[in-house]
């Protein structure tokens, strides 16, 4: 199996608090990998590391390496714009932009130059198709994103996402502020999606990582616990912590 | 009615006369110089040069004076307030030093008129050699206005949710590329509005160009930037305090004061109206 992203030691700081320690991760091509945890264990901030959305934050340092395809992620010269298209982010409350559907997914095309017409009226389509909204969309693309309802709303947010062809998509407890149909509808949509995409999905929802990813991993206080295929971390994980977190014996 | 509902008549009684009062001033005012002053206002009032020691005539030189320097302000106080503003809310880190300029710029605002007046005589007429004239007027209210125009941009650029800029970047976007298509066109009206209004009071300032370019009676229009100007608030000034027959003029400086307001009036309406349509162009 090809690792596609690889973090070698990697900490992360926000100002003086140490909020990554040592984390040490081989994330497989086309594979689904779940990250879960207690609240502020760091999830977040490990996801939104590997597209540097915590350049964003002041007073953010990193430290150790994160491959993708083995280049670091965190080299002076790497351009991060470019990172960031190659890993595409599906944030936790669907982030629509104030503009129509079409333009919500022509968005990343139009800002990575691309302008041939046909080509991203294409894309659109396309991208909407992948993200399992086409049907419900394809005769008011016109209409604003927020007219949408919540679920279709964070799936036009995938959408997006797809159009500028990531490699990588990081899903930020994408289905946590919708309704249990709409979650399932997405659920079934990164089984469909991670024969393209590696996906990398923090949750809260234990039954969710049990569910759809292929391996998970278990972060605590900024540590990396425990992290395998997921039949195996939920039925005979290796350690103690693990097991009394899965159980919901804390957390 | 018991001790309780009493409280709470009284506590809106209270509110009540406030809004009253402040009513009943603004209604005086307006009804004192509309009364006095429309029967002034006639098309040759307002196209006409003041004539006979501006015992007589119109005041076209004073509308075209004020129409130019506020054009001038808006030239320098629009652009560089708006970047301003951008820099300070987009790129710069939360520090000491920021703090400090932001609670400057804050205090700017706050500093009187006059001593712009004065600073733009330093700076501009006399450092600069720019002279007493429209161009002077115009950058000294531009200084002015500035403060204004950067608090309200702010202001505006704060109202554009995170999760614009950051869904942006993540699609590979430039922070310039994501402030450009994605944060600027929600926060223009905001910001527009604010300048606006800011202008629309700079435009009835009198302090200010008093030193730098204003002049008493000159009956024809300005043919460059680097000549002296009649502006509506000071010909107001001069009509009802400097005017050597005052109570002869007294109907010219109500017209004046009339025309004045309406101008003010018309720029704040012109920024509600824009605010109003860019609001629903944005959110088809």
């Known amino acids: 199996m090809d690792v596609k992203i690889k973090s070698e030691n990697f900490n992360f700081y926000y100002n003086d608090v140490k909020a990554l320690k040592d984390i040490s991760i081989d994330i497989f091509s086309n594979k689904v990998v779940g ?19 915590n350049d964003v934050i002041f007073g953010a ?13 965190y080299d002076p010269d790497v351009d991060v714009v470019q990172i960031r298209r190659r890993i595409g982010m599906v944030f936790q409350k669907s982030n629509p932009f104030p503009k129509s559907i079409f333009e919500n997914v022509a968005y990343g095309l139009k800002v990575n130059g691309i302008k041939d017409k046909d080509y991203i009226i294409q894309k659109v389509e396309k ?9 419900e969309v394809k005769d008011r693309l016109s209409k604003s994103a927020f007219d949408l309802s919540g679920g279709q709303q964070q799936r036009l947010c995938i959408a997006r996402a797809l159009a500028v062809e990531p490699e990588v998509l990081l899903m930020d407890e994408p289905a946590s502020a919708i309704d249990p149909t709409a979650t399932l509808k997405i659920e079934e949509l990164i089984q469909e999606l991670k024969k393209k995409y590696t996906i990398i999905i923090v949750t809260h929802n234990m039954q969710q990582a049990a569910r759809i990813s292929d391996y998970t991993a278990f972060l605590m206080l900024g540590e990396l616990i425990e992290y395998g295929i997921t039949s195996k971390i939920f039925t005979k994980p290796d350690k103690k912590i693990t097991e009394d977190y899965i159980t919901g014996r804390f957390g | 009615m018991n001790k309780k509902h009493l409280k709470e008549f009284m506590g809106f009684m209270l509110l009540r006369i406030c809004i009253g009062i402040i009513g009943l001033i603004l209604i005086i005012i307006l009804y004192d110089i509309i009364s006095k002053g429309a029967g002034k206002i006639s098309w040759e009032f307002l196209t006409a040069m003041p004539r006979k020691g501006m015992t007589e005539g119109g005041i076209l ?8 320097v506020t054009v001038i302000t808006a030239i320098l106080a629009v652009p560089l307030g708006m970047g301003c503003a951008i820099y300070l809310n987009e790129y710069v880190k939360d520090n000491k030093i920021t703090r400090l300029i932001r609670m400057s710029i804050r205090n700017l605002s706050g500093v009187p008129s006059i001593v712009y007046g004065l600073f733009g005589v330093v700076l501009f007429v006399q450092l600069m050699h720019i002279g007493t004239c429209i161009l002077a007027a115009g950058l000294t209210l531009g200084l002015m206005t500035l403060p204004w125009t950067i608090t309200a941009s702010e202001e505006a650029l704060k109202n554009v949710p995170n ?24 926060a223009v009206p905001g910001m527009l509005t604010g300048t606006i209004l800011g202008l629309a009071r700079a435009a009835g300032e009198t302090a200010p160009i008093l030193f730098t370019g204003a002049a008493f009676y000159l009956p024809f229009l300005p043919k460059s930037l680097f000549t002296q100007f009649m502006a509506l608030p000071y010909h107001l000034y001069i009509m009802s305090t400097q005017h050597h027959a005052i109570a002869k003029v007294r109907p010219i400086a109500y017209g004046t004061a009339l025309v004045l307001i309406v101008l003010v009036f018309t720029m704040n309406l012109s920024a509600i109206i824009l605010r109003y349509q860019l609001r629903k162009r944005r959110m088809e």
Not at chain 1, 61 to 73: F, H, Q, T, V
Request: hydrophobic fraction near 40%.
């Open chain 1, 35 to 53: 990250i879960i945890g207690p609240s502020g264990c760091g999830k977040s901030t490990f996801l939104r590391s590997i597209n540097r959305m």
């Open chain 2, 61 to 68: 030189p004073a509308i075209v004076g004020t129409f130019m």
């Open chain 2, 163 to 186: 999760s614009y800029r950051d869904g942006a970047l993540a699609l590979g976007a430039s922070k310039w590329q994501a402030i450009r298509t994605n944060v600027l066109p929600y």
């Open chain 1, 61 to 73: 340092k990193s430290e150790g390496k994160l491959l993708i395809d083995g280049e670091n992620i």
């Open chain 1, 127 to 135: 991208s909407l198709k992948d993200a399992a909204l086409w049907s």
